[in-house]
């Protein structure tokens, strides 16, 4: 539905003597004596909509019935915006809802506690900064020097096969 109002550039609550200040000086500007070529029938056609406008807007009768549909058009463009906007939230929770589904997968077993683990650590290492990763392959580094060098030392190397090599025995 087109806006007369913004046809005849004046406010929704305009009165009668400023629509019709706005119809006269419309019509002078999209005369279409004024213009020539293409021009003209498009001021012809800018001047059938203001004649429209100014005929609707300046008896009551008919402002109150346009009034009346462009409040319902209004209301129902803003009812579809609300469905959309509930549309788009369901969307989003069913979405939350079913990462939560695959975040809480149960694990079973040795290999579903490895599984578990190898997530954790790749979700982990996604949220790392470059920074931590250097403080996190240092301390790494550091670790396996240390296991090395009590690996290497005869009066550790028992405890540490027994502690750790034991294990799996």
């Known amino acids: 539905m087109k ?34 070529g293409e021009e003209k029938k ?13 005929k609707i807007l300046s008896d009551e009768l008919l402002r109150d019935q346009y009034d009346n549909e462009l409040n319902k058009e209004k209301e129902s463009l803003n009812n579809s915006k609300e469905e959309t906007k509930k549309i788009n939230k369901n969307i989003s929770k069913r979405e939350k809802e079913s990462k939560k589904k695959e975040d ?14 190898i997530k954790t650590l790749i979700n982990g290492i996604k949220n790392i900064k470059s920074v931590d990763m250097l403080a996190l392959g240092l301390t790494i580094l550091i670790m396996v020097t240390i296991g090395i060098i009590l690996w290497v030392l005869p009066f550790t190397h028992d405890w540490m096969y027994n502690t750790f090599i034991g294990i799996f025995k």
């Open 3 to 36: 806006n007369y109002y913004e046809i005849l550039e004046v406010s929704n609550k305009a009165s009668k003597e400023i629509i019709e200040k706005a119809y006269k000086v419309l019509a002078k500007k999209y005369h279409p004596d004024l213009y020539s």
């Open 42 to 54: 498009k001021a012809e056609e800018k001047l059938k909509e203001i004649n429209i406008a100014y």
């Open 104 to 117: 809480k997968e149960e694990y079973t077993g040795v290999i579903g506690l490895v599984q578990q683990t």
